[in-house]
């Protein structure tokens, strides 16, 4: 099982043809952007460290490296340090750098730092990271009990960073210091962190004098020491290494390692994420607020989904306190989407979190775009966070530059996923950063949703879909009941029927009964829609019931169901359909769907609208292949 | 695919080298570039493949790549 943490989890994974990809990059006229996707992948030490050289094999040749921004980095520390240049060099073109790694030689750091026509200096790097771990401390062996030697110890290391950070400072160089992270062998147990002297002692304060430095702005924190308790530090620590090799940590550690120290330069650089937008259903609640209501979703304190999607809340509601704007992006009616920021008590989050709500019913990447533009920030600063994998690979296709993280199956891991990858670290904080997201709640206007399409058909065409049509049947009663019974959004007359009168219409002459199952690239959807038409003795069906499972809207699912009804139609010698539109509290959206499908008004009462079209006017079929299993009737 | 398919993609991975072929004969010391440093990463990369702990005392008494098969095998 992917460790999420060490595997990169929120990153997809690599695909089979990654080598290959890595290789095209030597004659590829546009190799920095494709280096960047590649890099986006979750991808282990040796692959990393493949397309870190294949990178730098390209920028030592003097190509181009844009859109990539060039950046130096110097490399400095006790161990072995070669191993980490290249998996550097390519996580950070994964946030967005062209980064060349000049590493100074086996414990070289001080004589580097001292000489300005040393390696890293002459170099003229634009930063220079001091990785030394505990062994490389200047201090000597523990001293517990004695405070003024554990004293002496501390002051000794910290004049010692100083001096580095002096040394390279002087050259121009931004310094990043890595916190130490402290070794697991106690002397003491528990009295570790209370006795002068002891390693955890003097370590817990060396880290201490470290983020003071920081604060004042001498330096950039990498913080080393809770990366490692976060990865678990009798993981981090491997004596076996350390004695054969003088890894400070393993391999496996170094994909996360390295993307901690990219972070934190693109942070520096001001190329953090500013803006996460959110899906709604079984995202920031659990259920589906137009079918389940109110009552009916699961957030809050007392059951352990609703604290799942609780801790959701509560991260991003502590992002936007730091600054980070927040935005809604939701497949839902808007009135019915903002129910349970209005009415519901346990719900963390209020609509004036967020900048801008958009739930209507386009595709997510044509949403996060007018989201940028009425914010205007670039796509490169938004994170879209949604439970269901087809949004995160149609927002990753449409709009590579926004960061769209993996999620796993248990909600309970969405708010730990989401912080793991650190998209909006900070290498300083201002007051003004409390104030922007206020800002942007402010001043953005809500946006009227153009519906404009960005590459919907070869989304659709790369989703492979399978539509299979069957008339009820027995196996398939309980679910066509359950959908009859429970879908409130895509139902255009919201007719309940028991599952005896389900029975009853799969045995009639009279009745059309048609249930769909839809498979895509990403598994089976099950059943996702149902049709009831009745025979009304003149050449004509009337569309008793259709109704959808709103996961597969967008996918041109209704007008293959209307291709479908009209095979059969034409095949018991009907002419024309009639469709009927009863609106509810809740099936607004589908208000329009006759029209949408080429249907002629054909009268209304009490808010009822009446449709007709003749079976044998034409179809856009959308791509998807079609199994159809009608048999004799059952 | 089979163990040493998998332990060929890894340590071509490692040296950076595909032209890298392993047959059960194979040592290090057959391979241009497998030293003890990328022996390290190798058998690092091996334990997260095969989701195993190599103990460095079975390490050492590694003689061929169809010794290392030989052990990923017993532990399957």
Same mark, same amino acid.
């Given at each position: 099982?992917?460790?999420?943490?060490?595997?990169?989890?929120?990153?997809?994974?690599?695909?089979?043809?990654?080598?290959? @990809?890595?290789?095209?990059? #030597? &004659?590829?006229?546009?190799?920095?952007?494709?280096?960047?996707?590649?890099?986006?992948?979750?991808?282990?030490?040796?692959?990393?460290?493949?397309?870190?050289?294949?990178?730098?094999?390209?920028?030592?040749?003097?190509?181009?490296?844009?859109?990539?921004?060039?950046?130096?980095?110097?490399?400095?520390?006790?161990?072995?340090?070669?191993?980490?240049?290249?998996?550097?060099?390519?996580?950070?073109?994964?946030?967005?750098?062209?980064?060349?790694?000049?590493?100074?030689?086996?414990?070289?750091?001080?004589?580097?730092?001292?000489?300005?026509?040393?390696?890293?200096?002459?170099?003229?790097?634009?930063?220079?990271?001091?990785?030394?771990?505990?062994?490389?401390?200047?201090?000597?062996?523990?001293?517990?009990?004695?405070?003024?030697?554990?004293?002496?110890?501390?002051?000794?290391?910290?004049?010692?960073?100083?001096?580095?950070?002096?040394?390279?400072?002087?050259?121009?160089?931004?310094?990043?210091?890595?916190?130490?992270?402290? !070794?697991?062998?106690?002397?003491?147990?528990?009295?570790?962190?209370?006795?002068?002297?002891?390693?955890?002692?003097?370590?817990?304060?060396?880290?201490?004098?470290?983020?003071?430095?920081?604060?004042?702005?001498?330096?950039?924190?990498?913080?080393?020491?809770?990366?490692?308790?976060?990865?678990?530090?009798?993981?981090?620590?491997?004596?076996?290494?350390?004695?054969?090799?003088?890894? @400070? %940590?393993?391999? @496996?550690?170094? !994909?996360?390692?390295?993307?901690?120290?990219? /972070?934190?330069?693109?942070?520096?650089?001001?190329?953090?994420?500013?803006?996460?937008?959110?899906?709604?259903?079984?995202?920031?609640?659990?259920?589906?607020?137009?079918?389940?209501?109110?009552?009916?979703? #699961?957030?809050?304190? +007392?059951?352990?989904?609703?604290?799942?999607?609780?801790?959701?809340? /509560?991260?991003?509601?502590?992002?936007?306190?730091?600054?980070?704007?927040?935005?809604?992006?939701?497949?839902?009616?808007?009135?019915?989407?903002?129910? $349970?920021?209005?009415?519901? $008590?346990?719900?963390?989050?209020?609509?004036?979190?967020?900048?801008?709500?958009?739930?209507?019913?386009?595709?997510?990447?044509?949403?996060? *775009?007018?989201?940028?533009? =009425?914010?205007?920030? +670039?796509?490169?600063?938004?994170?879209?966070?949604?439970?269901? $994998?087809?949004?995160?690979?149609?927002?990753?296709?449409?709009?590579?530059?926004?960061?769209? !993280?993996?999620?796993?199956?248990?909600?309970?891991?969405?708010?730990?996923?989401?912080?793991?990858? +650190?998209?909006?670290?900070?290498?300083? %904080?201002?007051?003004?950063?409390?104030?922007?997201? =206020?800002?942007?709640?402010?001043?953005?206007?809500?946006?009227?949703?153009?519906?404009?399409?960005?590459?919907?058909?070869?989304?659709?065409?790369?989703?492979?879909?399978?539509?299979?049509?069957? !008339?009820?049947?027995?196996?398939?009663?309980?679910?066509?009941?359950?959908?009859?019974?429970?879908?409130?959004?895509?139902?255009?007359?919201?007719?309940?029927?028991?599952?005896?009168?389900?029975?009853?219409?799969?045995?009639?002459?009279?009745?059309?009964?048609? @249930?769909?199952?839809?498979?895509?690239?990403?598994?089976?959807?099950?059943?996702?829609?149902?049709?009831?038409?009745?025979?009304?003795?003149?050449?004509?069906? =009337?569309?008793?019931?259709?109704?959808?499972?709103?996961?597969?809207?967008?996918?041109?699912?209704?007008?293959?169901?209307?291709?479908?009804?009209?095979?059969?139609?034409?095949?018991?010698?009907?002419?024309?359909?009639?469709?009927?539109?009863?609106?509810?509290?809740?099936?607004?959206?589908?208000?329009?769907?006759?029209?949408?499908?080429? %249907?002629?008004?054909?009268?209304?009462?009490?808010?009822?609208?009446?449709?007709?079209?003749?079976?044998?006017?034409?179809?856009?079929?959308?791509?998807?292949?079609? *199994?159809?299993? %009608? &048999?004799?009737?059952? | 695919?089979?163990?040493?398919?998998?332990?060929?993609?890894?340590?071509?991975?490692?040296?950076?080298?595909?032209?890298?072929?392993?047959?059960?004969?194979?040592?290090? /010391?057959?391979?241009?570039?497998?030293?003890?440093?990328?022996?390290?990463?190798?058998?690092?990369?091996?334990?997260?493949?095969?989701?195993?702990?190599?103990?460095?005392?079975?390490?050492?008494?590694?003689?061929?790549?169809?010794?290392?098969?030989?052990?990923?095998?017993?532990?399957?």
């Amino acid at each position: 099982m992917a460790d999420l943490h060490v595997d990169l989890a929120w990153l997809p994974p690599a695909p089979d043809t990654i080598r290959d @990809q890595i290789k095209a990059l #030597a &004659g590829d006229p546009d190799w920095a952007r494709s280096a960047r996707a590649i890099a986006g992948h979750g991808l282990g030490e040796a692959t990393l460290a493949r397309l870190g050289k294949a990178i730098a094999a390209r920028l030592a040749g003097g190509a181009d490296a844009a859109p990539l921004l060039p950046f130096r980095l110097g490399l400095v520390g006790n161990g072995t340090l070669d191993l980490l240049a290249p998996p550097l060099v390519a996580t950070f073109a994964r946030h967005g750098f062209a980064l060349q790694v000049i590493a100074a030689d086996y414990d070289q750091a001080m004589p580097e730092a001292l000489n300005p026509a040393g390696r890293i200096n002459a170099a003229r790097p634009d930063a220079v990271l001091v990785a030394v771990d505990h062994h490389g401390l200047p201090i000597g062996p523990p001293v517990p009990g004695d405070a003024a030697a554990a004293d002496g110890q501390v002051a000794d290391a910290l004049a010692y960073f100083d001096r580095l950070r002096t040394g390279f400072a002087a050259a121009g160089a931004t310094v990043i210091v890595a916190t130490i992270a402290a !070794p697991v062998e106690s002397l003491a147990g528990s009295l570790d962190r209370v006795l002068a002297g002891t390693r955890r002692n003097v370590i817990d304060r060396i880290n201490l004098g470290l983020a003071d430095r920081a604060r004042d702005g001498a330096l950039l924190l990498l913080d080393v020491a809770a990366l490692a308790e976060t990865i678990g530090l009798a993981r981090w620590h491997d004596p076996t290494l350390w004695n054969i090799a003088k890894l @400070q %940590f393993p391999t @496996q550690m170094v !994909p996360i390692w390295a993307d901690h120290v990219a /972070r934190l330069v693109a942070a520096s650089r001001g190329r953090s994420r500013r803006a996460l937008v959110l899906d709604l259903d079984n995202t920031l609640w659990g259920g589906v607020i137009g079918d389940d209501g109110v009552d009916g979703i #699961a957030i809050g304190e +007392g059951d352990a989904t609703g604290e799942a999607f609780l801790e959701v809340q /509560r991260l991003a509601l502590g992002l936007r306190k730091r600054g980070v704007v927040l935005a809604v992006s939701s497949k839902n009616t808007d009135a019915v989407a903002r129910t $349970p920021f209005t009415d519901h $008590p346990d719900m963390a989050l209020r609509l004036d979190d967020f900048a801008l709500f958009q739930a209507n019913w386009s595709d997510k990447g044509t949403n996060i *775009t007018t989201i940028a533009a =009425e914010l205007a920030l +670039g796509l490169e600063s938004f994170v879209f966070l949604d439970d269901n $994998p087809a949004e995160r690979a149609l927002v990753r296709r449409t709009l590579p530059d926004v960061a769209v !993280p993996e999620l796993p199956a248990d909600p309970a891991l969405y708010a730990r996923t989401l912080a793991a990858a +650190g998209y909006f670290e900070m290498a300083a %904080f201002s007051p003004e950063d409390t104030a922007r997201a =206020e800002m942007y709640a402010m001043n953005a206007r809500r946006a009227a949703l153009r519906t404009q399409v960005t590459d919907m058909a070869a989304y659709l065409a790369s989703l492979d879909m399978a539509i299979g049509f069957a !008339p009820f049947d027995a196996i398939g009663r309980a679910r066509i009941a359950q959908l009859i019974n429970k879908s409130n959004q895509f139902n255009l007359t919201t007719r309940r029927y028991t599952d005896a009168q389900v029975e009853a219409m799969a045995n009639d002459p009279a009745v059309f009964t048609c @249930q769909v199952r839809l498979t895509d690239s990403f598994g089976d959807n099950g059943m996702i829609s149902v049709i009831i038409c009745r025979d009304t003795g003149v050449a004509t069906w =009337e569309i008793d019931s259709w109704l959808m499972s709103c996961r597969v809207l967008g996918r041109g699912v209704e007008r293959a169901v209307l291709a479908e009804i009209c095979h059969h139609a034409r095949a018991a010698g009907i002419t024309e359909l009639r469709g009927r539109y009863i609106p509810s509290a809740k099936n607004a959206m589908v208000a329009g769907h006759y029209a949408g499908l080429g %249907f002629a008004p054909a009268g209304d009462s009490d808010g009822e609208t009446l449709w007709t079209r003749s079976v044998d006017a034409p179809i856009e079929m959308p791509p998807m292949r079609v *199994t159809r299993s %009608f &048999g004799e009737p059952t | 695919m089979t163990t040493i398919t998998r332990l060929t993609d890894l340590l071509r991975d490692i040296l950076d080298d595909d032209d890298v072929t392993l047959t059960p004969e194979t040592s290090a /010391r057959d391979v241009p570039g497998w030293d003890s440093l990328a022996n390290v990463r190798f058998m690092l990369a091996v334990e997260g493949e095969f989701g195993l702990r190599l103990a460095a005392a079975e390490v050492a008494r590694l003689d061929s790549v169809g010794d290392l098969v030989a052990l990923i095998d017993s532990r399957g």
